[in-house]
């Protein structure tokens, strides 16, 4: 089959014709036949070597896909010809953290067992998934649509995170990748209207226009000039030196989500004074613990007004065409890249 595979030892992809197909080993395995599958920040990352990855072998990267089910073991709930979407995170069932509903913090599930990093992934025309990761997509909801629906579980993660999030409250977004835009149509959404988004790349403030909901858009420059004060700061860069210059935009009382994720090497300098006098609050957002059946309500509630990739500046790729998906991402022409496999 095709696939796009990344080789963890020398850091490199490359598209191949005859990867092999995944085959059912257990009971209650799935394998989807991919549809959409989209290129993560992280996984730039991983590909620049910043974020660990599995190195035993080259595998196809992707955590962010859905598609239908191509064929199930006998175990299996699910049917062949469902769309489904996959979660490409999970628990181990038995540490403290997991039993506590909180597996993005187990030391052996959660992040270090993920689909797409540490086992086959999306970025393939099939991947073999156990069930207990798939949910069935309902009536409405476009696998199109699904495609996007692994970030907004993050997102939908964060937002309960940061809540509550009073409508009225003078928010800031800082950045305009595909994770500021979903973040753009989710605050939207729940009937925020007070909120700036602050991106650096023209383009990409373009893009923010096209989803008309009137929020304020402007550069890093100009925000510095004005000194405006926030209740809520959502970080969506993942840049160190960013989140040291805008968490000083933060009111008292207010609140920083830092939800960019940030390679370990960035550092940042705060002063400890500020989060004292002001009682600030600083709130990390990793992965997306149980949040996919939230992610999926708010796709179908949100529907093509918000979920449309052309407002979001989504553009979709052949597996043949990663290159020029990776270069477009690196120029900040599209929020998101995502391979389209139908």
Known sequence: MEAVVFDGKSLK???????????????????????????????????????RANKERPLPLGHEFSGVVHQV??????????????????????????????????????????????RDGGWAQYCRVPQDQVYALPDGITTEQAGLCEPYSCVSHGFDRASP??????????????????????????????????????????????MDTGFRLISPDVLSQEKQLFDVIIDCTGVGKVMEISFGYLKPGGKYVVFGCCPPTHQATINPFEIYVKELTIIGVKINPYSFPKAIGWLKAMGSRYVDYEKLGVKTYSLSEYQNAMDDLKAGSVSKALFKIV
């Not at 992809?13 to 257990?26: D, G, H, M, T």
Request: charged share 20%.
């Open 13 to 51: 992809l490359s598209y191949e014709k005859s990867y092999p197909k995944p085959q059912i080993v257990n009971d209650t395995d799935v394998i989807v036949k991919v549809e959409y599958s989209g290129i993560c920040g992280t996984d730039v990352h991983i590909i620049q070597g910043e974020f």
């Open 73 to 118: 073991g006998k175990a299996a709930i699910f049917k062949v010809g469902q769309k489904v979407v996959v979660d490409p995170n999970s628990s181990c069932l038995l540490c403290d953290y997991c039993r506590k509903g909180n597996y993005q913090h187990c030391l052996t599930a959660g992040i270090n067992s993920t689909i797409g990093i540490w």
């Open 165 to 210: 999030l009073l409508v009225g409250d003078k928010i800031l977004i800082v950045g305009a990748g595909i994770i500021g835009n979903l973040w753009v149509t989710a605050l939207h959404h729940q009937g925020h209207r007070d909120v700036t988004v602050s991106e650096m790349n023209k383009s990409r403030l373009e893009i923010v226009k096209k």
